[in-house]
């Protein structure tokens, strides 16, 4: 007996001892920046088409109640062809523009301005890829890249009809949008343009430099950028035309650039069939980042040119692969997506903070494509599945959208860890959103206890309500539900009670006084979870 009491005795000590504990303190009374949002933006190569389908009205709909994405991107605005994935059945493109068995053009930009109208109805905005061309622009065939994207790649077949498809297209927008409301979109020149070959890059700056000039010919507030690559020295070529070359147009130096979008995955699609196994990591985003930092700064003059990733994701490759074929992709139905994104928020505010290199938007390359096609959690990149069922990394959007207008100073541990704190405020009120997430986790069973100290609140009340709402294996965690029912059919039955499951309601709800304008809450946080705190003053 004395044994067996001594054995338990040490194994309650060493739980004691290996229990992790971290502390924050949260200056109520420092703001450190404006909470931008940045990363409410997502793109696919469909929305053309699937925006104007019931599944993504319902996602723009929820998208906008619940203020998690302000911003569009598509590719194929020019192009004619039904291309990509099988599923798609039919036209993807934009279908701007066709030609006649007599050589006549025909214009017809309904296809753009009725999903552009989608977004701008519900406050939202489109970021407007001038992309590809249409059948029979392009001087050169097509071929795919590394990514296994169809690239339309070298100059048009006539620089005169190219420029006059701009220049309609343009007057179509401004007529049917007018030109203060298209001063709060972006316009970009293409989309991952590495795949060109190299003796082929004169085009492609003298295609930045056309379409450029042209946008800005129109408006010269109307925001232009490029290029949409994932190669750095791309990158720098690139940037070494808009700041040191003549311009093909203007026949001076360098070109307009309000932003410069770039791409960036935690892994390619194409490594899933090589061993040893890769688990995407938010420490290549921040390593990627801080080499385009270096690269951006030796260009004075894009001091002050925003920096887009307007495409990121987990994996890339999101229409060609699944879990049926890849088990590991389960990370994209799963709360690893969502964490991931909370830690990449939190690590990309730190690079603003420590490097003065801000992200001012962050574009997630997934929509809501599986919720039309089924099957119910295909292992794709959509945010929803069948039957418009939230994703765990569109309620993980719907959590930081939660956040208020400013940061806040936070003393603690250090920025990329397996635990993070943001910390945000309004009038009178509080958002605190804690995550523990490792990317390599395999002991689901230890928690870490969390103290957060809440000083100089200049509350007007007495006491403060508290809110927690959780994401985690077993709240709030449509994946882990349906896996849980057995992985059953998309039933109505199922789809219900998994909406259900997504609904963020609050998780706990409790009063504490103030106390010196301060107050503590002590939290314990399991691995792969995150908790979003409100704090609102109450009346008395």
Known sequence: ??????????????????????????????????????????????????????????????????????????????????????????????????????????????????????????????????????????????????????????????????????????????????????????????????GWDRELLPDFFKLYDVFSHTVKSYNTDFKVGGPGCFNISFLKDFLNHVTLDTNYVTKRVGAPIDFISYHIYGMSGSWLEKAPELTPMVQKFTNDMLLVERLVSKYPSLKNTEFHINEWGLCSHGDSKFVTEFPQLEFRNSEVSALFLAKLVDCLYAIDDNYKFKTSLLLYWGAWFNAATGPIFWGSRDLMTSGCVPKPILTSYEMLALLGNDRLKITGPKTGGTIGLLATKGKNECQLLIYNFNEYENNFNQSTKAQISVDNLDFTGKQVNITEYWLSKTQHNTYREWEQMGKPQASANVIEKLKKTAELNPDKQFTQPLSNNKINIDIDIMPHSMCLITIVTTKN
């Open 1 to 194: 007996m004395n044994k067996l009491i001594s054995t338990i005795l040490l194994i309650v000590i060493s739980l004691q001892v290996t229990r992790a504990q971290v502390n924050y303190t949260v200056d109520y009374s420092k703001t450190i920046g404006k909470n931008t949002g940045f990363w409410k933006a997502c793109g696919y190569d469909f929305l053309f088409k699937i925006v104007n389908e019931p599944e993504g009205l319902t996602f723009l709909d929820r998208a906008q109640k619940y203020n998690t994405v302000k911003y569009f991107r598509t590719h194929n605005t020019f192009s004619n062809r039904s291309v990509g994935d099988k599923k798609a059945k039919g036209s993807i493109c934009g279908k701007v523009l066709t030609v006649d068995e007599k050589g006549k053009y025909h214009y017809d930009f309904s296809i753009v301005n009725k999903t552009f109208r989608e977004y701008v109805k519900r406050g939202m905005k489109p970021i407007v890829e001038f992309d590809f061309y249409p059948d029979g622009f392009n001087a050169k065939s097509s071929k795919s890249n590394d990514e296994s994207f169809e690239s339309k790649e070298g100059p048009p077949v006539s620089w005169e009809k190219w420029q006059e498809l701009l220049d309609k297209f343009m007057q179509n927008l401004i007529k049917e949008f007018g030109v203060d409301e298209m001063k709060t979109w972006y316009f970009e020149v293409w989309n991952e343009p590495d």
